[in-house]
């Protein structure tokens, strides 16, 4: 009866502790949405290109290439503009887009939203997200591929109030 009673005993403590370390996937959810920015890469001392990432509510997702004067936060132009979908189910986030947008190089200067040119691109992405510094930090990390192919194995953002 003893033994009976440890038995029990310890199975409660491991099912609460097990429920504690599970991740609610509504907080996943709530904390993706919004914006999110990698770090950017230099165009002139001044002027940088981030990779931002939208999360709407509504599961809608926009992705932008998105050049910046970082002296005034003002936006130059833009380089890339994906449209589609995501779904979270807990870690596992799946990105679908099914509207990609690239900018004219034959074009000098700076290239704005609404005259970025519509290609017949699409992709479809899964990756393994994290949280990490009270949900300001974001990492996608990709699954392995093909020795012959160039892959990432892991995307840092940043969640950001800029407008972009």
């Not at 609610?24 to 770090?39: F, I």
């Not at 509504?58 to 833009?78: K, M, S, T, W, Y």
């Amino acid at each position: 009866m003893q033994r009976l009673s440890v038995l029990l005993c310890s199975l409660s403590i491991f099912i609460a502790i097990s429920s504690c370390q599970e991740t609610n996937p509504d907080q996943n959810t709530m904390a993706l949405n919004g914006t999110w920015v990698d770090v950017a890469s230099t165009e002139t001392a001044t002027v940088n290109t981030y990779l931002s990432y939208h999360f709407k509510a509504n599961n809608q997702l926009e992705i932008l290439r998105v050049i910046i004067n970082d002296n005034n936060n003002e936006v130059l132009g833009f380089k890339y503009r994906g449209l589609g979908t995501y779904s979270l189910y807990e870690e596992t986030l799946t990105l679908s887009v099914n509207e990609v947008y690239l900018n004219n190089d034959t074009v000098h200067g700076y290239t704005a939203l609404e005259n970025l040119v519509l290609t017949d691109g699409t992709f479809e992405e899964v990756v393994t997200i994290s949280f990490s510094e009270n949900n300001k930090i974001l990492t996608f990390e990709y699954p392995p591929c093909q020795a012959t192919h160039n892959c990432q194995g892991e995307l840092t953002l940043y969640k950001s109030e800029l407008p972009f």
